[in-house]
């Protein structure tokens, strides 16, 4: 059996699609092709759709020596300026009532939001110099441990050495 190439450069057969005249923006359409490793717009406003859909795509960003008269309105208001703020809480102690000092905010554009990392780290706010990092994974907190079947215990059998002979 012969196989056939295609050389035409359309990899569907026959002719290749007309070039895009002066008047034609060449992106527009359902389908945007990679040109030497450049992202088309498209993508972006993908991706911003992907992120209003999909909440686990919003960026968490992690505020830390935050003053204790700092509110989460104060937060907020600080991290609007760079953009849209899903949520914003200081974390607040149960016993005192008090501020713990930090707090977290969550912004569902990850361009606004390393802006605001960027521009909010080491900066003094209501009186305190900000640490900003993007939030890490909860790692090894308490979870409600299950209750595993117990092993049945074996019969204890005494060591006896062997006796040589």
């Known amino acids: ?42 993508f972006n406003k993908i991706l911003i759709l992907l992120q209003r859909i999909n909440p686990s795509i919003i960026m968490k960003i992690f505020v830390a020596k935050l003053a204790f008269k700092t509110t989460s309105e104060d937060l907020r208001a600080l991290f609007e300026q760079f953009g849209e703020v899903e949520s914003c809480k200081v ?19 990850d361009a606004e939001a390393y802006k605001a990392i ?7 706010f209501m ?9 890490r994974p909860q790692e090894g907190t308490a979870k409600p441990k299950t209750e595993k079947p117990m092993r049945p215990k074996r019969p204890h059998i005494p060591y006896v050495p062997k006796k040589e002979e």
């Open 118 to 124: 960027v521009e909010t780290d080491e900066t003094v």
């Open 127 to 135: 009186g305190n110099e900000l640490q900003v990092k993007k939030s």
């Open 1 to 42: 059996m012969q196989q056939t190439v295609n050389l035409s450069g359309n990899p569907f057969g026959g002719s290749s699609p007309p070039s895009p005249t002066k008047n034609q923006d060449r992106h527009s359409g359902l389908f945007c092709f990679f040109n030497n490793f450049t992202i088309f717009p498209i």
């Open 91 to 109: 974390i607040m102690d149960h016993e005192t009532g008090r501020s713990k000092c930090y707090g977290f905010v969550e912004m569902p554009n």
